[in-house]
């Protein structure tokens, strides 16, 4: 694909690119539809995302509807037909100011007063359209081939919430219609799978008005909660874990000293206790080492693994929050491991082979990123490599591929990020290793080498799940709210053919309840046909055990998967043996 730099050479861009420039374009060839619609309209940002564009845009008081965005779409089209030449041009900064002041574009102005005082600023002109942008983009307006306009919403400028709130613009655009095409059926696919939708059908959790961000767990929830925990305990017993619980809010002080209240404060929920400022922890890890700190440590005691399952508390923008996905508390599974310099490897490679036995559980496939050191980090130059190595160290003995993420470690330390992707293809960020020589540092952690000598540990921050809230919401658009028989709420579902047969049917319902098998009786007055259908649709019970004269007559069960048509008999005590061994192997 030929493509413009901002130089004014055309030529064919790497195929990693085409993309990106494809979006980028979009975005162009959108505001000049919004702004040939809307000549009031002032323009902010305008780039391409992972798979389109967006644009926001101050309108005034103009308030958009969906009659609006398709005019904005139509209008995009007709461009596209015009198949205006895209031309770039770069103009000394006095002079880029002037023509952005020129033409009204308050928000392009500061931009470039952001940009440093000697930096030439390029424009890319498309008829009667010009905006500030480095490029590269299409060569003509036609080149767009696939693209539509999806939805608008509030971005503050600036992502600022103290600046004006502006209108965000959004759209998707592809090489191909096919690609296009392929993609919105995704999105149908994923729309049928919204948690939120699942879990309102079959009562896990509810979000009200009156808690935002804050989801409330209904009893099926707080089954399914609970079982994902069970499992976690499970399997760090075995793999030589301790279990704490540290308090939910803390004195600030201790939060300065693991660096939090610097880096994270504006996140941070406080208030006042005894005449001083209390925070509520967005994180376990301080908690953590208040821990390890109480006792004094042999060298022969590390590794210590210290899990917890706390609940933290982070403020999320409203505008932000997302079903269980972005919440404002949450549940980690964290874990914080303090050893010894030469247990580095051992110890990731460890919790590398823990992570994977989660993420295969659930039949979810993952890759790997290394995030490397952020601006505002904090520490020595020294302890940040002897990380990063560490990190690199045990991935390349697991001999697992991995990307590097430049800049994108936590303030303390470099991490190992896994990315897990769902049955729709999508992928999500859960899993995580931080690698951390600062807060033991901060905190002044000892242990007593074999000399007698102190030494000081090394420590690892991570999470399987991540947050146990968004995990849910995750398996359950993965799964689709047909969820494995050992994770589902309810496993079974007793249905009546008739009220006659009720006297079997609660014999056969207390047996599965005495087997500690999760069941439901449905004795409703209703046609049986109904009762199945509802049970397999809308509540995506795994068996449903059909009641009925020649059951009560033999002493057996009619069993129906909630995936096939078909039903199968049995005797009362195979089915308990067969849904007993599901649950106990986590099938």
């Not at 809010?249 to 880096?263: A, F, Q």
């Not at 914080?336 to 580095?344: A, G, S, T, V």
């Not at 649709?537 to 129906?560: C, F, H, L, W």
Request: one cysteine or more; a negative charge.
């Amino acid at each position: 694909m030929k493509v413009i730099y901002n130089n004014g050479v055309s030529d064919q861009c790497a195929p990693d690119q085409e993309l990106h420039v494809i979006r980028h374009s979009a975005a162009h060839i959108m505001a000049q539809a919004i702004k040939r619609l809307h000549p009031e309209a002032i323009f902010a940002y305008g780039p391409a995302t992972e798979n389109g564009f967006y644009y926001d845009v101050d309108l005034g008081e103009k308030k958009l509807d969906d009659e609006d965005l398709q005019a904005i779409e139509q209008e995009m089209r007709k461009i596209v037909k015009e198949n205006l030449p895209i031309k770039p041009y770069i103009l000394p900064r006095e002079e880029a100011i002037a023509l952005m002041e020129s033409r009204g574009e308050k928000y392009k102005v500061e931009h470039i007063g952001d940009l440093p005082d000697d930096a030439a600023i390029s424009f890319y002109q498309q008829g009667d359209y010009i905006d500030m942008c480095v490029g590269p983009h299409l060569c003509y307006t036609k080149a767009l081939k696939a693209f539509k306009i999806m939805t608008q919403s509030g971005a503050y400028w600036k992502n600022d919430k103290n600046n004006k709130m502006l209108t965000r613009i959004k759209g998707i655009a592809f090489a191909s219609q096919q690609e296009l095409d392929d993609y919105l059926k995704l999105l149908e696919e994923a729309e049928k799978r919204d948690h939120r939708r699942i879990g309102k059908e079959m009562g896990l959790f509810m979000l009200q008005e009156e808690a935002p961000g804050f989801p409330f767990f209904l009893p099926k929830g707080m089954t399914l909660k609970n079982t994902l925990v069970d499992y976690w305990r499970d399997i760090h017993s075995r793999e030589d874990y301790v279990e704490v619980q540290t308090p939910m809010i803390m004195n600030r002080k201790l939060w300065e000293t693991s660096g939090h209240w610097d880096h994270y404060k504006d996140n941070m929920y406080s208030t006042t206790i005894d005449e001083e400022t209390y925070c509520v922890k967005p994180m376990n890890c301080p908690g953590g080492v208040m821990v390890y700190r109480s006792q004094p440590h042999s060298y022969r005691d590390l590794p210590i693994r210290m899990g917890e399952l706390g609940l933290v508390h982070r403020h999320e923008l409203k505008g932000a929050l997302h079903g269980l996905f972005r919440v404002r508390c949450f549940t980690q599974d964290d874990a914080h491991i303090f050893m010894r310099r030469e247990q580095i490897t051992d110890e990731i490679v460890g919790v590398v082979h823990l992570i994977n036995e989660v993420y295969n559980k659930f039949g979810f496939k993952y890759n790997v990123e290394l995030s490397t050191r952020p601006e505002d980090s904090m520490g020595s130059d020294e302890d940040w490599e002897a990380a990063t190595e560490g990190l690199k160290a045990a991935l390349e003995k697991l001999g697992l591929p991995y990307t590097i993420n430049e800049g994108d470690g936590a303030f303390y330390g470099p991490k190992i990020d896994f990315h897990l992707e769902d049955s729709l293809g999508r992928t999500w960020q859960c899993g995580t290793i931080q690698l951390d020589f600062q807060m033991p540092l901060n905190f002044d952690l000892e242990y007593v080498d074999e000399k007698g000598e102190k030494q000081r540990p090394i420590m690892i921050h991570r999470v399987c799940f991540g947050s146990i809230e968004r995990f849910i919401g995750i398996i359950t658009e993965h799964f689709a709210g047909k969820f494995p028989v050992w994770l589902a709420p309810t496993q079974a579902k007793v249905l009546l053919v008739s009220e006659k047969w009720a006297e079997y049917g609660d014999k056969v319902y207390q047996a599965l309840r005495a087997a500690k098998i999760r069941c439901e009786l449905d004795s409703r007055n209703e046609k049986i046909g109904y009762m199945i259908r509802e049970a397999q649709v809308v509540d995506r019970v795994p068996y449903m055990v059909i009641v009925g004269q020649k059951e009560a007559e033999e002493g057996t069960v009619s069993i129906r998967s909630r995936d096939t048509a078909t039903t199968e008999t049995m005797s009362l005590e195979a089915f308990v043996e067969k849904i007993t061994r599901e649950t106990r192997e986590r099938l």
